[in-house]
């Protein structure tokens, strides 16, 4: 009979060798070999380990990325209270990875700099998931703000509360920019899409025949100036509350009205939005009924120069 060492002394100890290797059909399966200790309440387990992944058998190297082939000294401690798990590099004393766990959180750090804090605040570097489903996340009342990867100050994505309202950000976005034309648009139902120009993304091509009556049409529409209606009233709120608000310029704009677009007969450059209500300009194609006023233009300008020339040419005879 083959029985584990035991110390009857105070509190008692038990010992036991461990060799064991787990099916390949069972989630992360593990080799390990070492000793088990029960000592004076505590649950001690000492070996070296091996995770399969990928049908092979391999461990962490000191980049923290799995290789086949190597395995990791690990050390598990099971006490009242609390439950700590290290993971080795390959000199088998210097901790590479931490898991520990007790009533106030769950704790992760890594010697790579990762820290993560599971507790009534979720703090961490990075989450990794196949899928993830909620219904809602945060708190149900207060202000809150997802945000997402950060330089400092300089965040790559916001969403949520921000200066008393809903708001989307991104300091990244802000920061990388381009001598391109804009190509992004945002739908009546918030969808970002990307706007196209070639025939390829079109159906139905032909030349309107009201062409040539548009250009008259734009010249009737006047040159309008402007304050901006957000920005006056988050001014006259930091005014009033004393509260710094989201930066916004209350200078004159110069522009068009899409009112009085539509009255002039362009409403084929209007944006509408929910319930068909008039939201803005396209500014992008707006100048184009001036193409046929600049084809007329130009004919009478090469038939007055061809006049001219005629009559020059009988003044030199």
Avoid: C
């Avoid at 100890?13 to 064991?20: A, S």
């Avoid at 509260?243 to 007969?265: C, H, P, T």
């Avoid at 300009?281 to 001036?290: C, E, F, N, S, V």
């Amino acid at each position: 009979m083959t029985t584990p060492k035991l110390n009857l002394g105070m509190n008692g100890t038990f010992t036991e060798d461990f060799d064991y290797t787990q099916a390949t059909t069972m989630f992360l399966p593990k080799k390990n070999k070492g000793t088990l200790t029960f000592n004076h309440g505590v649950l001690q387990s000492k070996g070296n380990m091996q995770t399969y992944v990928g049908g092979k058998w391999g461990g962490m190297n000191d980049s923290l990325v799995f290789q086949s082939g190597i395995d990791n000294a690990q050390w598990t401690e099971v006490a009242p209270g609390y439950l700590k798990m290290d993971l080795y590099k390959q000199d088998g004393t210097t901790v590479a990875q931490r898991t520990y766990s007790d009533p106030t959180g769950f704790y992760y750090t890594s010697m790579l700099g990762d820290k993560s804090y599971l507790g009534n605040v979720l703090q961490t570097a990075q989450v990794q998931s196949a899928s993830m489903f909620a219904k809602y996340i945060g708190p149900s009342t207060g202000e809150l703000r997802l945000q997402i990867g950060n330089n400092g100050s300089h965040y790559g994505f916001q969403v949520g509360s921000y200066a008393g309202k809903e708001a989307v950000l991104s300091d990244f976005i802000y920061s990388a920019t381009s001598s391109a034309s804009p190509d992004i648009h945002i739908t009546e139902n918030g969808h970002l899409v990307r706007t196209t120009s070639a025939s390829k993304y079109k159906y139905n091509i032909k030349n309107p025949d009201i062409e040539d009556t548009l250009g008259d049409r734009l010249l009737n529409v006047h040159l309008a100036t402007w304050n901006d209606k957000r920005a006056v009233d988050l001014f006259a709120e930091q005014l009033s509350t004393g509260e710094e608000r989201e930066k916004s310029s209350i200078d004159e704009y110069y522009g068009l009205i899409a009112e009085q677009l539509r009255d002039a007969g362009l409403d084929m450059f209007i944006n509408y939005g929910k319930d068909h209500e008039i939201e803005g300009i396209q500014y992008d194609r707006a100048w184009l009924p001036l193409l046929s006023v600049i084809r007329r233009l130009n004919n009478k300008v090469n038939e007055y120069e061809l006049r001219i020339s005629k009559l020059e040419g009988k003044i030199n005879e």
